[in-house]
């Protein structure tokens, strides 16, 4: 008695709190249920046979005699099933499987096909198409941002998509991509603007390029592409590019009006540089090497007593025609709630003032990311948003022509582009009717 006593105070105690644990453990997380199998694979398991009748009462007789199983188990409460989750668990185990592939991009699976060759071939294409290069450039390294796996075993052969379908959901993120037949008089930017997009996803979903021309009757995808890979490419080249020539003015008295006195030449200087492509798309570019191959040479104009000047000396003087401030194509037009005109393009290329002036802003603003502002002697100021550079200070005078920065994709942007904006008396004004 003495001997049980102590057992008990020393073992028993232990031994019956074990068994409340364990009787916890059993009844609490693990519960009593009904297992369904599948040609001998577990498949499911649900809280009662009630359940499991439900199940497959969906299902044809003849499959659940030859094929499926039901068994008395213990399972976690939090892996019971139900209704239509488990029906189409059991549908799926009940499908015919193949040997395939799974392509999985950061661990989800996001396809089936049938061999690891022809996923491989299609990844291969994928990095091919997204690292080709100009002859001036040289693919310094390509690969994935995310981590692709190809892994081999059984799949549902419905699940199975084929070459074609697999491209279009891994470039696309679609396989059935709304489509647009070019009629007579479309332009990328008609087309883009009329299905409220922007010229640069329709370039990116159809392998194009912006100024590429369309042939009436060509299929035109217009989904916005939102491909599950991303195919980036480190390259190098180099390019020669135009320096434009700046306006400079002089002031004769005895001159009548404004003469041209030297005409105005552009200049070629050679750039070297390194890129980054994701998808295509230059990401960043830096210039590692700059050379003037021509100089420019400024225009004269010689203004006499008659004419109004905005300001004395180089620079500054307003000509009241506005110049492209940068060549590309009009992603976005003036309207609708847009206070400017979207000029996309290289990031890099230079930027002009269209206009000479003075600098009133140069800085971060915002939405408006590397922001320039230049207000001219007529009432007139014109911004330049998005910059990757700015190459003018508050406060300087510039002439028309002058490169004020350099075209990027700072604030809120969704690609390189010149965010251009034109204000007359304190209102946004269309810009397209004052470039000349
Ligand atoms: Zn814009």
Not at 11 to 40: E, H, K, N, Q
Not at 202 to 215: K, R, Y
Not at 403 to 428: A, D, Y
Request: charged letters at 20%.
């Amino acid at each position: 008695m003495e001997k049980f006593a102590r057992y008990w105070r020393f073992g028993g105690g232990a031994t019956l709190v074990l068994l409340i644990i364990v009787g916890v453990w059993c009844f609490g997380v693990r519960t009593p249920a009904y297992s369904i199998s599948v040609d001998g694979n577990k498949a499911l398991v649900v809280a009662s046979k009630a359940d499991a009748s439900q199940a497959m009462a969906q299902l044809p007789k003849s499959e659940i005699i030859k094929r499926i199983g039901v068994n008395r188990t213990f399972a976690d409460r939090s892996d019971l099933l139900a209704g239509d989750e488990a029906l189409a668990i059991l549908n799926t185990a009940l499908q015919p499987k193949v040997n395939g592939v799974v392509i999985s991009v950061n661990g989800k699976t996001v396809l089936y096909m049938e061999s690891k060759e022809m996923a491989q071939q299609m990844l291969d294409n994928l990095q091919q198409e997204y690292s080709t290069v100009s002859d001036r450039e040289n693919l310094l390294a390509v690969g994935f941002a995310e981590d692709v796996q190809i892994v081999e075993g059984s799949v549902v052969a419905a699940w199975v998509t084929d070459r074609d379908d697999a491209w279009n959901i891994i470039k696309l993120g679609t396989v059935t991509p709304q489509v647009y037949t070019v009629k007579e008089g479309d332009s990328l930017w008609s087309i883009a603007r009329a299905h409220d997009m922007y010229v640069t996803d329709i370039v990116a979903s159809n392998g194009i390029q912006e100024d590429s021309i369309l042939n009436l009757g060509q299929s035109i995808i217009l989904s916005k592409p939102t491909p599950l890979i991303t195919v980036v490419a480190q390259v190098e080249g180099n390019e020669t590019v135009v320096i434009p020539y700046k306006t400079i003015t002089e002031n004769d008295n005895s001159v009548n009006g404004i003469k041209t006195k030297t005409e105005g030449q552009n200049g070629e200087k050679f750039i070297a540089y390194t890129a980054t492509l994701r998808n295509g798309i230059v990401e960043n570019k830096e210039i590692i090497e700059e050379k003037v191959v021509k100089a420019a040479v400024d225009k004269v104009l010689v203004k006499g007593r008659s004419v109004q000047v905005a300001s004395r000396g180089s620079g500054g003087v307003s000509t009241g025609k506005l110049a492209w401030p940068v060549s590309g194509s009009i992603s976005q037009s003036y309207g609708n709630g847009h206070t400017g005109l979207d000029i996309a393009g290289p990031t890099g290329s230079a930027i002009s003032a269209a206009d000479g002036g003075v600098v009133t802003f140069a800085g971060w603003q915002g939405g408006y990311g590397n922001f320039v502002i230049i207000r001219h002697g007529n009432g007139m100021v014109t911004r330049y948003a998005h910059c990757s550079k700015l190459l003018v200070k508050s406060g300087q005078k510039v002439s028309q022509g002058q490169t004020i920065g350099l075209r990027g994709s700072t604030g809120r942007s969704t690609g390189p582009h010149l965010h251009f904006e034109v204000m007359v008396g304190g209102s946004f004004r269309n810009p397209i009717n004052y470039l000349r």
